[in-house]
Structures are given as C-alpha cells and as structure tokens.
C-alpha cells in the first residue's frame, strides 16, 4: 500500500507544476469539469463560452496536460 501512496505522491506532485503551465482558461475548464464535476452544459454557463466548444477545449487541455507530464515523468522505460 505504501508503493499506491508513493505513486499518488509523485503523480500529485508532477500535476502541480503540469497545471500550472496551462492558459488561466484551461485550468479553469479542467477544474470544474473534474474538480467541481460540471457538465459540459454547466461549464459553458459559467465560463460564457458556447456551450458546443466545451468538449473541443476540454481535449486541448487534457491533451497539454498530458504531454506536459510525459515531458516531466522520471524515465521508468517508458511508463508514467
């Protein structure tokens, strides 16, 4: 169990500065989608951006994050 909490610990700790790199608009987006648990729908309400771009947006975030954390992984042959 101490191996599940070593990898929580390095995943949360690679996350901070992966998100921090994000635009304001992207973090904002993946916090309310996954942090607040919004719908898409809800999301567009508050933000004021078209509802119909919500899911696109959410991609290119997680898609930055992403490689962001690929770009910072300690090498583990290859594994995050």
């Known amino acids: 169990m101490a ?8 995943s ?3 996350l901070g ?3 921090a790199q994000l635009r304001l608009r ?8 996954y942090a607040e ?3 898409h729908r809800e999301i ?5 951006l078209a509802s119909a771009s919500i899911r696109l947006l959410l991609f290119r975030a997680r898609r930055k994050v992403a490689r ?6 300690p090498d583990e042959g290859g594994k995050l």
Do not use: F, H, I, N
């Open 44 to 48: 567009a309400e508050v933000t004021g």
């Open 26 to 33: 992207d973090r904002q987006l993946l916090w309310l989608a």
């Open 3 to 10: 191996k599940c909490g070593s990898a929580q610990a390095d």
């Open 68 to 73: 962001l954390l690929r770009e910072k992984a």
């Open 37 to 39: 648990g919004y719908s």
């Open 12 to 14: 949360q700790a690679m």
């Open 17 to 19: 500065p992966a998100m």
